[in-house]
């Protein structure tokens, strides 16, 4: 019922900063739980972010903490992953995802995955 389309990656300096974007078509966006993820080559996919509902509860891995910071805007149907004092070890794909129900998010869990969208840093 939603599709996710994720958009904003590319090549930045390490230090640098990046915004991600989450478009979704669903029709009731702010049911949903909204999460981004991430896999670099050779690892598996992790978390990174996780976004309730009304947007006024967040979590974040440890490696990203303080760094990134997730927000959604449910007028627009949009969630977004601002990215600072980016590192070469958060070069990965960059996922997002919609849970309809559980809390925390897990890789395992996500009901709608987009297809990803590329960072690399570099040093």
């Known amino acids: 019922q939603v599709q996710l389309v994720e958009s904003g990656g590319g090549l930045v300096q390490a230090g640098g900063s990046l915004r991600l974007s989450c478009a979704a078509s669903?029709?009731?966006?702010?049911?949903?739980?909204m999460g981004w993820f991430r896999q670099a080559p050779g690892k598996e996919r992790e978390f990174v972010a996780a976004?309730?509902?009304?947007?006024?509860?967040?979590d974040y891995a440890d490696s990203v903490k303080g760094r990134f910071t997730i927000s959604r805007d449910n007028a627009k149907n949009t969630m977004y992953l601002q990215m600072n004092s980016l590192k070469p070890e958060d070069t990965a794909v960059y996922y997002c995802?919609?849970?309809?129900?559980?809390?925390?998010?897990?890789?395992?869990?996500?009901?709608?995955w987009g297809k990803g969208t590329l960072v690399t840093v570099s040093s």
């Open positions: 976004i309730g509902r009304s947007g006024s509860t967040t």
């Open positions: 995802a919609a849970e309809r129900s559980s809390w925390p998010l897990l890789v395992g869990g996500m009901d709608y």
């Open positions: 669903g029709r009731t966006f702010n049911s949903y739980m």
